[in-house]
């Protein structure tokens, strides 16, 4: 019998912490089903169309999957990480063999499955309530996967990076929380983007959300729309090559920073 490795024990990790993960009702709840309630608000008050073919649903679709990239990835492990830090799960598991590397691949696997229900949840609901249509052509449907596989992992660093800034697993939410929502206002998640003061754009530009929601815009509004974003077009590259970037540094911040136990 060969000798597992951090890949298959990662796997096998992945699956406790889905299970673990749907155990937790609340919190099921919330990171699937929050943002169809978003949607059904936003998009039942704001009916409207804001550009020729674009309605509202439309714009907002987009951006709540770029936001949801967010709450299932930074969010959920930047509160997960120091409770579990607090009850000694991580003290307990560096104990063990099992290489560090397999539990930040459960942690990942865990992210992903809940970023593709949610993903799934929210047009499923945007086509079938809300008008919304879908991508008509290849290109785009690989932009959305490239957009959901690059900033997913973004994300995820971003969050385990991030675990280290709370002080305890019980005040981790209302430290990670207020920082996910000023987001989300500021990059367009529930505004047109170019509607907000000058100075909002300019600071939304530094986090990788802003170009989430660019990039998910550039999938699901037509081509046409390109010529209210602030550059007049959706800056593609320059898109995914920031989100990388914030990739990089989260990956070098949780390599240098993270921690198994409380201080």
Sequence with gaps: ???????????ARGGLEIKQFMRQRESVVFTMLFP??????????????????????QYFV?????????????????IMIPMERD???????RGTPMPASSYFIGKAILVTLSMLIQV?????????????????????????????????????ILGI?????????????????????????????????????HWMQQVAAIFPLKW?????RSVFLPDSFATREVAGNWETGRTFAIIAAWLVVGLIWAVRSFKWERD
């Design 1 to 11: 019998m060969s000798k597992p490795t951090a890949l298959s024990i990662g796997i």
């Design 212 to 216: 989430m929601t660019q990039g998910a």
């Design 161 to 197: 990076a991030f675990s280290n800034v709370p002080k305890s697993g019980r005040g981790a939410s209302a430290v990670v929380s207020p920082v996910v929502i000023v987001l989300q206002f500021f990059s367009g998640v529930f505004f047109i983007f170019t509607d907000l003061p």
């Design 62 to 78: 987009a951006g709540m999957i770029a936001s949801g990239l967010v709450n299932t990835g930074f969010q959920q492990l930047a």
């Design 87 to 93: 009850f000694g799960t991580l003290k307990r598991l």
């Design 36 to 57: 169809l309630i978003l949607l059904a608000i936003f998009g039942s008050v704001f009916s409207n169309s804001i550009a020729e073919g674009v309605t509202f649903s």
């Design 120 to 156: 799934f949840l929210l047009l499923a609901a945007g086509v079938a309530f809300f008008g919304v249509n879908l991508p008509t052509s290849a290109d785009k449907w690989l932009l959305l996967a490239a957009l959901l596989v690059l900033g997913s992992a973004c994300s995820t």
